[in-house]
Nanobody
Framework: VQLQASGGGSVQTGDSLTISCAVS????????MGWFRQAPGNEREFVAC???????QYTDPVKGRFTISRHNAKNAVYLQMNSLKPEDTAVYYC??????????????????WGQGTLVTVSS
């Protein structure tokens, strides 16, 4: 499984941006797909996931602002980010896994990773 993230860029506070993750093979429908981010000097943290059963999960700081979605036919996952804040500045990574026991928020819950895409939010 190979993942390719894209769509990052530089935006202003309050702007919106959608980043994408293209996945090789028809795994989007059956895998749990996640987005993580890593800000300078920080550890990689969970942002959101679209679980194999269709449910979504978000970290509290992005609830109500970010939306994760998937397109099965295109083998792609998206993260729509609204009302962006400077603290959202980070490299965003997409990841995939065959979910085990509902574990979806830690780095080691995911087996496959894409390269990151940088999102910079200026005030």
């Amino acid at each position: 499984v190979q993942l390719q993230a894209s769509g990052g860029g530089s935006v202003q506070t309050g702007d919106s941006l959608t980043i994408s993750c293209a996945v090789s093979g028809p795994v989007v429908r059956t895998y749990t797909m996640g987005w993580f981010r890593q800000a300078p000097g920080n550890e990689r943290e969970f942002v959101a996931c679209f679980r194999w059963n269709g449910k979504t999960q978000y970290t509290d700081p992005v609830k109500g602002r970010f939306t994760i979605s998937r397109h099965n036919a295109k083998n792609a996952v998206y993260l729509q980010m609204n009302s962006l804040k400077p603290e959202d500045t980070a490299v965003y990574y997409c990841a995939a896994t065959r979910e085990v026991w509902g574990r979806v928020t830690q780095e080691n819950d995911y087996r496959y990773w894409g390269q990151g895409t940088l999102v910079t939010v200026s005030s």
